[in-house]
């Protein structure tokens, strides 16, 4: 398909000026002032809106086997959803168990988008063991097109990694040119505030972030950028939720580690009295890290305007609370097990899969708390978005970028849109939003992946299995 944008704002990373956009076929062919549309191309007016880059969400979960269930999302609708919400490019974490082959794990999720997703899509690679035959297969994996690799510094005994295995790790990325992204926890001192919490009795899921404070974060940062400094490896360190965990990794840049930050969007907006609603409705907000006190909010904010903070994700992880999340409730007549029958005991919110459903959200949300408050700008906004994903994980200028040569993924936003969220009307499988009831201050009027039109005013217009599998190139030398 090839379209020509005429009299949109044109925002990118940099700079926002109006222009036309022509896209032929797949790519963009021109940028500038009063373009003409070829014969046959679709002429799109634009005036009083946005016209961006599209949208990359560099940390979502589609198929996820967590805590002996499955994440309710499958590409078909994760893909649709996020377009519906301006994200055009997904980036996966394939997260196999111990005992698993990782190269026969990333064939396996890499089947559960081909032919399925809507949206482009790539993958981090995790590294949930090092052992004789784990660096054969991760450069075997880089050989295909993996450019990233995932390790967790939590979750012990299930993804997590000790630190012989995380210094090998970050070795044969350096080796490699790969950048390793990480989840930043002491997972030694969860698991004992877990148990200490359970055995006083205290059960619900109030008693989630008390068990994975702010300094237990903080500490998981430091140990990564001890490892990070001594091997020169280049890390990434997902979902950061607190001050105390940026002003580490800010710390450790000033000495020359080379590391990024991301957070993601329910930190932005949610704070940790969501997780402490009665009646084990605060389940619904369980994710880990968890969500914080309103104060470090600002500090999130602060860090996206001043580039300490390089990318917003998601953590897409979606569960449904009826069900899944009651995995853990803690009264024996409503708790249940991994397939949903009666449990015969009490749980404890150790066993509520952790997750909120967001990937249809980001976008919107950010754009409203944010450029709409003037916590940032617009070319700040289309940077920790968009931009700035992309030439982290070897996307850009590809994408990320309104440029001639780039994918023809743009997102032509509407800032009159006047909307609300709600579980009713959202495209996730889940069966309760996080962010129910809040207001959105607008929308995409029209979204596209390499030149075909995917959303039309609200409404899904493409189909599955669009997307494809983007092969990356190491650049973290």
């Not at 994440?71 to 994200?87: C, F, I, Q, V």
């Not at 980001?362 to 289309?382: E, Q, S, W, Y």
Request: include cysteine.
């Amino acid at each position: 398909m090839s379209w020509l944008i005429k009299n949109g704002t044109v925002v990118t990373a940099e700079r926002e000026f109006v222009a036309d956009v022509l896209c032929l076929g797949e790519t963009i062919e021109a940028v500038g002032p009063d373009l003409e549309a070829p014969e046959g191309v679709e002429v799109i007016d634009a005036t009083g809106k946005y016209v961006f880059p599209g949208f990359i969400d560099p940390h979502v979960h589609i198929y996820l086997p967590f805590m002996g269930t499955f994440a309710k999302d499958d590409y078909e609708s994760a893909s649709r959803a996020a377009l519906m919400g301006g994200t055009t490019t997904l980036i996966e974490m394939c997260c196999p168990g111990r005992d698993e082959d990782p190269l026969e794990a990333f064939h396996l999720w890499k089947s559960k988008a081909e032919g399925l997703s809507s949206c482009d899509y790539t993958f981090h690679m995790g590294v949930t063991r090092f052992d004789s035959a784990t660096a054969s297969a991760l450069e075997e994996i880089v050989g295909e097109g993996v450019a990233s690799f995932k390790v967790f510094l939590a979750y012990q005994g299930a993804f997590g990694i000790d630190d012989t295995e995380l210094y090998e790790t970050l070795r044969l990325a350096k080796e490699l040119g790969v950048i390793v992204t990480a989840h930043c926890e002491n997972a030694a001192l969860v698991a004992k505030l877990q148990a200490a919490l359970v055995a006083d009795g205290k059960t619900g899921p109030e008693w989630h972030e008390p068990s994975r404070p702010v300094q237990v974060e903080a500490e998981g940062c430091h140990h990564l950028m001890t490892f990070a400094e001594a091997t020169g490896a280049h890390v990434y360190v997902v979902h950061t939720s607190c001050k105390d965990a940026l002003d580490v990794i800010r710390g450790a840049k000033s000495r020359g580690v080379q590391a990024w930050v991301e957070t993601v969007i329910p930190y932005l907006v949610l704070d940790k009295s969501y997780a402490e609603r009665p009646d084990f409705e605060g389940a619904k907000w369980v994710m880990s890290p968890p969500i914080r006190d309103k104060s470090h909010q600002f500090a999130l904010w602060e860090g996206l305007a001043d580039g300490s903070i390089s990318t917003v994700g998601t953590d897409h992880a979606p569960f449904d609370f009826e069900t899944q999340k009651h995995m853990g409730h803690p009264d024996v007549e409503k708790a249940v097990t991994a397939d949903f029958s009666p449990r015969g005991e009490g749980g404890n919110f150790t066993l509520i899969p952790n997750g909120i459903p967001s990937v249809e959200d980001r976008v919107n949300l950010l754009f409203t708390a944010g450029v709409k408050t003037g916590r940032i700008d617009l070319p700040t906004f289309v940077k920790v978005a968009s931009t700035e994903a992309a030439k982290i994980f070897g996307l850009y200028p590809r994408k990320g970028e309104i440029a001639p040569g780039s994918d023809g993924d743009v997102v032509v936003y509407d800032p009159e849109y006047r909307g609300v969220i709600s579980a009713e009307t959202h495209s996730m499988r889940t069966d309760y939003s996080g962010f129910e009831g809040m207001e959105i201050l607008g929308r995409p009027s029209m979204v596209t992946v390499r030149g075909q039109v995917m959303v039309r005013e609200g409404k899904f217009v493409g189909e599955a299995g669009h997307g494809r599998f983007l092969a990356r190139i190491p650049t973290h030398f």
